[in-house]
C-alpha cells in the first residue's frame, strides 16, 4: 500500500526544498546500507537548495528513474520550483518542508466505535490537518451544490423540505433497505466528497504550513479513496468491544449494533488493506501510544 500515486502532488510548495523518492522494493536487492528484502522501503532524500532546474534531473539514480522518467522542472526567478507531471515507474515522489518533515496524506478509517474519531482528534493535537469526510459529506448536500442537483433528479423533490434543504430523513427512507437506490445515491455524493477533499488537500500542499494532512473517513475502502492519499491507517476493535462500545455511547439497541457491524469490512478485511494498523482493543493510553509511534515514523 506504501506509495499511493494518486496523491503525488502536483507542484513542489515554495517551502519545500527537499524530496524524498520513495519506492516500493518487489525483488531483493543490494545497495550501500545492505540487503533490501521483497516488500522493504528504499528511500532517496535530495536537497533542491540553490539548484537550477537542468542540475536536478542527475540527482535521481537511473535505477529509479530508469527510462520512463517523467520529472519536468520548471524555475522562477526566486527559487527552483519543480513540477512533477507523474512519478518515476516504481516510486512515489513526495515533497517535504524546509524543517525536514515530509508533506504526507493520511487516510484514517475504521468501523463503529473503533476510536477512529478519537485518533483523529489526536492526530490533530499532534499537528495535522484534518479533514472530515462526515462534515464534507453535510457540504455535499448543501443547496447549489452539484450533487444536490443530481441527488434532486434522482430522487425527486420530495426529498426537498420546506426551507429547500434535502430532509435526509426523507431521502433516508428512500433507500433504506434498497441497495440499488443506496448505490445510486453514494454514486452521487462519494464522488463529491472526494473533489472537496482532494481540494483541501492540495490547498494544504500548496501552503507547505503542516507536514500532515490526515482525511478521516469511515467510507475510505468501499468509496474506493485509497489513492487519494499516502498511506491508509486503519484502527480497529474486536467486535464484541465494538458492541459494548456502541451501546454505552449511543445508547444503541444490540442486536442494531451488531446488524450494522455485519454489514461493515471485517477487520481483516481492512488490516490487508492498510499501511499502518491501530488496535484499540485496550483502553485510551495504549491507542495515544500506538498513535505516537506511527506519527513519529512519518514525521522523522
Known amino acids: 500500500m506504501t506509495g499511493h500515486t494518486g496523491a503525488t502532488p502536483t507542484t513542489l510548495p515554495q517551502d519545500a526544498w527537499h524530496a524524498i ?3 516500493q522494493i ?10 533490501l528484502k521483497p516488500g522493504s522501503v528504499e528511500l532517496h532524500k535530495y536537497d533542491f537548495r540553490h539548484l537550477e532546474p537542468l542540475h536536478l534531473k542527475p540527482l535521481f539514480p537511473a535505477h529509479i528513474l530508469g527510462k520512463a522518467s517523467s520529472l519536468i522542472e520548471h524555475s522562477t526567478p526566486a527559487r527552483t520550483s519543480p513540477v512533477w507531471q507523474t512519478p518515476p515507474t516504481g516510486a512515489t515522489i513526495r515533497p517535504v518542508l524546509a524543517t525536514g518533515s515530509p508533506l504526507i ?15 483523529a482528534r489526536y492526530l ?16 455535499a448536500y448543501e443547496p447549489g451544490t452539484r450533487a444536490f442537483g443530481e441527488v434532486v433528479k434522482a430522487f425527486g423533490e420530495s426529498v426537498v423540505d420546506a426551507d429547500g434543504n434535502i430532509d435526509r430523513k426523507a431521502l433516508g427512507a428512500q433507500v433504506f433497505g434498497k441497495p440499488e437506490k443506496l448505490q445510486e445515491l453514494t454514486g452521487i455524493v462519494w464522488p463529491e466528497i472526494r473533489r472537496m477533499a482532494e481540494a483541501e488537500i492540495e490547498r494544504e500542499r500548496a501552503a507547505g504550513k503542516v507536514a500532515v494532512t490526515v482525511l478521516e473517513a469511515a467510507v475510505l475502502f468501499e468509496a474506493g479513496w485509497e489513492d487519494a492519499v499516502d498511506q491508509v491507517w486503519v484502527v480497529v476493535v474486536e467486535p464484541q468491544t465494538a458492541v459494548a462500545r456502541a451501546m454505552s455511547r ?11 457491524i455485519s ?21 485510551e493510553a ?5 498513535l ?6 512519518v514525521t522523522a
Open 21 to 23: 523518492v520513495e519506492r
Open 26 to 35: 518487489q525483488h531483493g536487492v543490494t545497495n550501500g546500507a545492505g540487503h
Open 105 to 119: 496524506t493520511i487516510g484514517l478509517t475504521g468501523g463503529i466505535a473503533s476510536g477512529k474519531s478519537t485518533a
Open 124 to 139: 490533530g493535537s499532534k499537528g495535522a490537518h484534518v479533514i472530515d469526510a462526515d462534515l464534507l459529506g453535510h457540504r
Open 250 to 260: 449511543d445508547g444503541s439497541n444490540e442486536a442494531a449494533v451488531k446488524s450494522r
Open 263 to 283: 454489514a461493515q469490512l471485517s477487520n481483516d478485511e481492512r488490516r490487508a488493506k492498510s499501511d499502518v494498523v491501530i488496535d484499540n482493543s485496550g483502553d
Open 286 to 290: 495504549a491507542l495515544l501510544k500506538q
Open 292 to 297: 505516537d509511534a506511527a506519527w513519529e515514523r
